[in-house]
């Protein structure tokens, strides 16, 4: 192997630059040349790449975002468009790829591999913490942390108004996000497609606590049509409670700004990782980490594998919650 390809795909996550210059640099130090993506699959098939070099990720490790550009690309669930992007690589020396994203990434890498057989690894990156086979997704950290500054922010303004505030945050179709910022930003109530919402006993409890002395109330909900939406479920409790509910979406604000220094230290680590497991022969895997070690995972297993909440955890929300 003497050239690789690296690019960022589907969703941005904080970190993801922390991981192209750690991939950029561990490669050149082994010896590799690297040709940067632009856009992801879309990239590929337009053949928009880029030679890279030491210096072309300086001061990149604490911006959000990603310098290589993402993208959503129909055209690469094709077979045609699949072969394309094959095509052009191989006619610019690529030898291994290494991706930087989730779900959609794995599946588009897996799918790659399957028809056109180059070596392809994926470094797990989502604020939604949702890949099998990894305990921890880059941006998760960063992501969780703007939400729970959100949190605390709305909790100050619902106390002063003797409030109820739903704060919904992103999360696909998993409740990580939500969870784990419910928990630390002592949110009276999680709301998460893991486990099935009774309005009628979510209204109740609400009320419970009201009359233990609560004033105001913390509602955090994962976005997604499984939770139903945070507007819709804010108006049933409003009207079955007739409490003072406001609603706040936090939306791609998630997804924006400098990396904490978790998300660069294991964005880091993935990256070099990463570039390790092609060399030693390994395709077809997500590199991620388990028990703070780096894991590998087949890509199939990684997309459609569930990944578990921790009950305990959610648990542990309500209990100190009262």
Not at 33 to 61: C, D, H, Q
Not at 180 to 205: K, M, N, S
Not at 248 to 257: D, E, S, Y
Not at 303 to 313: A, S
């Amino acid at each position: 192997m003497k050239r690789i390809g690296v690019y960022t795909s589907g969703g941005d996550a904080p970190g993801m630059n922390a991981c192209i210059r750690a991939i950029v640099r561990t490669a050149i130090t082994r010896g590799l040349e690297v040709t940067g993506i632009e856009g992801g699959y879309a990239g590929m098939i337009a053949a928009k790449f880029l030679p890279m070099n030491m210096r072309s990720v300086s001061n990149i490790i604490c911006r959000g975002g990603t310098m290589l550009k993402s993208s959503r690309c129909p055209e690469f669930k094709t077979q045609e468009g699949r072969a394309r992007a094959a095509a052009n690589l191989r006619a610019a020396g690529v030898d291994g790829l290494i991706g930087i994203g989730g779900n959609g990434t794995s599946e588009g890498a897996h799918n790659l591999w399957l028809q056109e057989r180059l070596p392809i690894v994926i470094c797990a990156s989502t604020i939604d913490n949702d890949l099998y086979g990894t305990d921890y997704t880059l941006g998760f950290d960063t992501a969780m942390n703007t939400a729970l500054e959100a949190i605390d922010r709305l909790r100050d303004t619902a106390a002063a108004h003797d409030r109820t505030s739903f704060i919904e945050v992103m999360g696909r179709n998993n409740g990580y996000l939500a969870l784990y910022a419910g928990l630390a930003g002592g949110a009276e109530e999680i709301v998460i497609p893991e486990v099935p919402t009774d309005v009628d006993a979510l209204c109740q409890r609400l009320l419970d606590a009201q009359k233990r002395g609560k004033t105001s109330s913390i509602v955090v909900v994962a976005e997604g049509p499984v939770t139903g939406g945070v507007v819709a479920l804010a108006e049933k409790v409003s009207a079955r409670t007739h409490l003072d509910v406001r609603v706040t979406v936090l939306g791609h604000v998630q997804r924006g700004g400098s990396p904490n220094a978790r998300d660069r230290i294991n964005g880091s680590r993935l990256g070099a990782a990463a570039v390790d497991a092609l060399l030693a022969g390994e395709t077809d895997k997500l590199v991620g980490l388990v028990n703070g070690q780096q894991h590998l995972t087949s890509l199939e297993d990684a997309y459609t594998k569930k990944k578990p909440i921790d009950q305990k955890i959610m648990d542990l929300a309500y209990i100190l919650a009262r």
